[in-house]
T-cell receptor
Framework: GDSVTQTEGPVTVSESESLIINCTYS????????LFWYVRYPGEGLQLLLK?????QKGSSRGFEATYNKETTSFHLQKASVQESDSAVYYC???????????FGRGTRLQVYA | AQTIHQWPVAEIKAVGSPLSLGCTIK??????LYWYWQATGGTLQQLFY??????VESVVQLNLSASRPKDDQFILSTEKLLLSHSGFYLC????????????FGPGTRLLVL
């Protein structure tokens, strides 16, 4: 079946440092799945951070970027300079052919220290 | 703007007791609706989806059931809770099926003792 593997947390970085959270996927039900990054800030619900539907394209939001790499089946999340407010749990996910079914990774908790 | 509301925010229940979790979506007609569950330390798994009122499809069997009594309402329930039902339950909606973006509610945290 489809699966998503992402960096195991917690990830701890200092403010203004760069960040990369790895995400690799295996999509058996669909050749070109849509790829997503969702984020859950403390005390809040899960919200979409960015989405890319075309292989080779890059998505960006709130200073975060992720590139859909079909060759390496990866969708790593990067940010050049993190802020304390970026502390949250980040989930990589892929959309499959099954009606509206998203396959999630386990989530990566990011803690940014001032 | 669309809003999604889940209730209750949190529950502590006894094994064998009944459960009912609710979700309402305002500002969007005929959405696709979904229930997800995440055990502590586990991944988010889709449990049910619904394309239209009165129609619900099961994705993962967890001795839970779901119903969609109204276009904007999705209910998750069971008559007898198990310890394994503990976790975080999320409701979500999308405009279409397939790979359309899903928008999530704030979730309900359930602890079964």
């Amino acid at each position: 079946g489809d699966s998503v593997t992402q960096t195991e947390g917690p990830v701890t970085v200092s403010e203004s440092e760069s960040l990369i959270i790895n995400c690799t996927y295996s999509a058996t039900s669909i050749a070109y799945p849509n790829l997503f990054w969702y984020v859950r800030y403390p005390g809040e619900g899960l919200q979409l951070l960015l989405k890319v539907i075309t292989a080779g394209q890059k998505g960006s939001s709130r200073g975060f970027e992720a590139t859909y790499n079909k060759e390496t089946t990866s969708f790593h999340l990067q940010k050049a300079s993190v802020q304390e407010s970026d502390s949250a749990v980040y989930y990589c996910a892929l959309g499959t052919q099954v009606v509206g079914q998203l396959t999630f990774g386990r989530g990566t908790r990011l803690q940014v220290y001032a | 703007a669309q809003t999604i509301h889940q209730w209750p925010v949190a529950e502590i229940k006894a094994v064998g007791s009944p459960l009912s979790l609710g979700c309402t979506i305002k500002g969007k007609s005929s959405p696709n609706l979904y229930w997800y569950w995440q055990a502590t330390g586990g991944t988010l798994q889709q449990l049910f989806y619904s394309i239209t009122v009165g129609q619900v499809e099961s994705v993962v069997q967890l001795n839970l059931s779901a119903s969609r009594p109204k276009d904007d309402q999705f209910i998750l329930s069971t008559e007898k809770l198990l310890l394994s039902h503990s976790g975080f339950y999320l409701c979500a909606w999308s405009l279409m099926g397939g790979q359309d973006t899903q928008y999530f509610g704030p979730g309900t945290r359930l602890l079964v003792l």
